[in-house]
């Protein structure tokens, strides 16, 4: 079965900065919206950054001005860099990848760790 392959988490200064990466480990076809969510302890899921087949993205009011989201299609692999790090956004970060017909995958987790 395909899994999604995250890297890039890791303890980080707060104003620091950091590169997810996220890929699947075998094929996946028709890949359309590729995107980030996280979950900070006691706390719900959230969005983070989504980006469509077709580049066009959407991000959190936190994040925003901050994180940017990115993807290769030739590498199906999603990035996330983040910068202006702050303590608040520390969580586990998720790949999420649906397909156009609406299969949805997710990736084990990737901590995230910005200290103040």
């Known amino acids: 079965q395909v899994q999604l392959v995250e890297s890039g988490g890791g303890l980080v200064q707060a104003g620091g900065s950091l590169r997810l990466s996220c890929a699947p480990s075998?094929?996946?076809?028709?890949?359309?919206?590729m995107g980030w969510y996280r979950q900070a302890p006691g706390k719900q899921r959230e969005l983070v950054a989504v980006?469509?087949?077709?580049?066009?993205?959407n991000y959190a009011d936190s994040v925003k001005g901050r994180f940017t989201i990115s993807r290769d299609n030739a590498k199906n692999t999603v990035y996330l860099q983040m910068n202006s790090l702050k303590p608040e956004d520390t969580a586990v970060y998720y790949c999420?990848?649906?397909?156009?017909?609406?299969?949805?995958?997710w990736g084990q987790g990737t901590q995230v760790t910005v200290s103040s």
């Open positions: 075998g094929s996946i076809f028709r890949l359309n919206v």
């Open positions: 980006i469509g087949s077709g580049g066009s993205t």
């Open positions: 999420n990848v649906k397909t156009l017909i609406n299969t949805v995958y």
